[in-house]
């Protein structure tokens, strides 16, 4: 089985831009929406990915903004860290020491979802 978590946002493409901006994730949208209003899309890290999809509550079974929580492995969570900071994003802490030796922190992206930062690679 393949997991794939799934954040919703009022505007797809502004998300988008927001999260390669503070977090240096890379949008991925697809050919049919390239020149249309984007509904469907994905950002990725490493060979990691998140769906990102517009919020259509009456599609989704009611609004499922600013409920998700995202975890990103990466290597230098300081300059990460730095790099959040200066794109003006609510960071939640500094990194810090967590179960079994890794680093990290957190944030808010624009919609209030959680996003996790840290040196932990988790395996199934």
């Not at 799934?6 to 390239?34: I, M, N, Q």
Request: hydrophobic share 40%.
């Amino acid at each position: 089985m393949d997991v794939y978590p799934c954040l919703t946002y009022r505007d797809v493409a502004a998300a988008l831009k927001w999260l390669a901006d503070a977090f240096g994730v890379k949008p991925l949208v697809p050919d049919s929406e390239a020149n249309e209003a984007v509904e469907n899309a994905a950002v990725a890290h490493r060979d990691g990915m998140v769906l990102i999809a517009a919020e259509r509550p009456e599609q989704l079974h009611g609004s499922h903004t600013s409920q998700g929580w995202v975890y990103l492995a990466v290597d230098d969570i300081d300059g990460h860290h730095r790099r959040t900071k200066a794109a003006g994003v609510e960071v939640l802490n500094d990194p810090h020491a967590g179960p079994g030796g890794m680093r990290g922190y957190s944030a808010r992206d624009l919609e209030g979802n959680i996003w996790t930062f840290g040196t932990a690679r988790p395996t199934p």
